[in-house]
């Protein structure tokens, strides 16, 4: 039973075997944040720190939601109930559009062990991004195509809220536009070096400066 969304969300990710790797990934985003504070006074403001405390949160829902879709069983229950599959038959029934129903019904289903790892790679790598500020135009971009999935795949879901995924693909936008890893982030450092040019003007400089 829920008791309210602080100490539930604190329960969830203390509680899961991966506990150690979300304190490592909370003491690497601090730590960055830290050493972007001091070398560079430019990020020593509301905007900047309200924009890191922003992303790492959302970093944080992503990271909680690959919590209950741990390989090998993607969360599915020895009945053969719930988890990732579980969701996936939602979007049969589900989905907004027929070509979107049928692609999960004779696509995803049949290979269910094929895109479950990828699911949830990606969802991981979101949360990563997010939280430390690595890549985060990537990671956020590849963010919002995860939620526009889920907007269109879960649309006439019973007790689902279309609007809650569409405000998480808004979010997700807004992080790639105004390019949310640059405050207090990993990707404020690498663009440091760039505009140094201590990194090698190459086909690797310009990747990195778009995906951050």
Same mark, same amino acid.
């Given at each position: 039973? $829920?008791?309210?969304?602080?100490?539930? @969300?604190? *329960?969830?990710?203390?509680?899961? /075997?991966?506990?150690?790797? =979300?304190?490592?990934?909370?003491?690497?985003?601090?730590?960055?944040?830290?050493?972007?504070?001091?070398?560079?006074?430019?990020?020593?403001? =509301?905007?900047?720190?309200? !924009? #890191?405390?922003?992303?790492?949160?959302?970093?944080?829902?992503?990271?909680?939601?690959?919590?209950?879709?741990?390989? %090998? !069983?993607?969360?599915?229950? %020895?009945?053969?109930?719930?988890?990732?599959? #579980?969701?996936?038959?939602?979007?049969? !029934?589900?989905?907004?559009? @027929?070509?979107?129903?049928?692609?999960?019904?004779?696509?995803?289903?049949?290979?269910?062990? =094929?895109? /479950? %790892?990828?699911?949830?790679? /990606?969802?991981?790598?979101?949360?990563?991004?997010?939280?430390?500020?690595?890549?985060?135009?990537?990671?956020?971009?590849?963010?919002?195509?995860?939620?526009?999935?889920?907007?269109?795949?879960?649309?006439?879901? %019973?007790?689902?809220?279309?609007?809650?995924?569409?405000?998480?693909?808004?979010?997700?936008?807004? =992080?790639?536009?105004? $390019?949310?890893?640059? @405050?207090?982030?990993?990707? /404020?450092?690498?663009?440091? $070096?760039?505009?140094?040019? !201590?990194?090698?003007? *190459?086909?690797?400089?310009?990747?990195?400066?778009?995906?951050?």
């Amino acid at each position: 039973m $829920r008791t309210n969304p602080f100490t539930d @969300s604190v *329960d969830f990710l203390f509680h899961s /075997a991966l506990w150690w790797i =979300f304190v490592i990934l909370v003491v690497a985003s601090l730590a960055i944040a830290f050493v972007n504070l001091a070398r560079d006074e430019n990020q020593r403001n =509301f905007k900047d720190l309200s !924009t #890191y405390v922003l992303r790492f949160f959302v970093g944080c829902m992503w990271w909680q939601q690959t919590l209950w879709k741990l390989p %090998p !069983t993607y969360g599915e229950l %020895p009945d053969g109930s719930g988890g990732l599959r #579980y969701w996936v038959s939602k979007m049969v !029934t589900g989905a907004a559009f @027929s070509w979107h129903s049928d692609f999960v019904q004779y696509v995803v289903q049949p290979f269910f062990l =094929f895109f /479950a %790892p990828l699911v949830y790679a /990606a969802e991981v790598f979101i949360g990563i991004s997010l939280m430390l500020g690595l890549a985060m135009r990537f990671g956020a971009l590849l963010g919002a195509l995860m939620a526009v999935n889920l907007w269109l795949g879960l649309y006439r879901t %019973p007790n689902e809220w279309p609007w809650t995924y569409f405000f998480l693909i808004v979010i997700q936008l807004l =992080f790639v536009i105004y $390019r949310a890893g640059r @405050s207090l982030g990993a990707d /404020a450092l690498i663009a440091e $070096r760039l505009k140094a040019g !201590t990194m090698a003007a *190459d086909w690797r400089s310009r990747v990195l400066a778009l995906v951050t």
